[in-house]
Nanobody, 125 residues
């Protein structure tokens, strides 16, 4: 049973930074592509970022330049560094993971095998 547990959410101020962590257990973390999604109030869940097994990074256009995804295979952890926080970053952030052969389109939630429970990020102006 693969489990993903996010942490690091909370209240941030516009212009500040937050880092989200996602620890994975029960699987082979180094073999997975890992990603982040978010769901703002009243909106659908959307793709934010992903990082491949070879550390290639992919970002939604809306967060490029402000979000950085990284991973530490020794710690089975994927990170999302959020800089220059904006009120529109307020959302529940979800960690996701899956084997590479199932992931052809990172934007499609259905292609991700494993999900965390989410962590709330609230940005005040």
């Amino acid at each position: 049973q693969v489990q993903l547990v996010e942490s690091g959410g909370g209240l941030g101020q516009a212009g500040g930074s937050l880092r989200l962590d996602c620890v994975t257990s029960g699987g082979t973390f180094s073999s997975y592509i890992m990603g982040w999604f978010r769901q703002a109030p009243g909106k659908e869940r959307e793709f934010v970022a992903a990082i491949g097994r070879g550390y290639s990074q992919y970002y939604a256009d809306s967060v490029k330049g402000r979000f950085t995804v990284s991973r530490d295979n020794a710690k089975n952890t994927v990170y999302l560094q959020i800089s220059s926080l904006k009120p529109e970053d307020t959302a529940v952030y979800y960690c996701a993971g899956g084997p590479a052969y199932t992931l052809r389109n990172y934007y499609l939630q259905s292609q991700w095998s494993y999900w965390g429970q989410g962590t709330q990020v609230t940005v005040s102006s």
